[in-house]
């Protein structure tokens, strides 16, 4: 199971061009269940699957994936 709990994310952090990608996500996603990840362009989509997919980090929140708790 793949829990999110208040994640976020924010690009280019303290400077003036600062985007907040993700503002305290919260997801379940449990073992055999099929979700889609839609929205506009920007949203953050990508971002999100790039965090499930432990290719970028997250800013604050806990991510638990089969009972094992990652935090920033």
């Known amino acids: 199971m793949i ?3 208040n ?5 280019h952090k303290g400077k003036k061009n600062e985007f907040m990608a993700l503002n305290h996500v ?3 996603i449990r073992d055999g269940e099929m979700v889609a ?3 506009k362009s920007g949203a ?5 699957l790039h965090i499930l997919a432990f ?3 997250f800013d ?5 994936f ?3 708790s990652f935090h920033k």
């Open 3 to 5: 829990q999110l709990e």
């Open 7 to 11: 994640i976020s994310k924010i690009y």
């Open 26 to 28: 919260n997801l379940e």
């Open 37 to 39: 990840i839609t929205g």
């Open 44 to 48: 953050g989509k990508s971002t999100l």
């Open 55 to 57: 290719i970028d980090s």
């Open 60 to 64: 604050s929140g806990t991510y638990s």
């Open 66 to 68: 089969n009972g094992t």
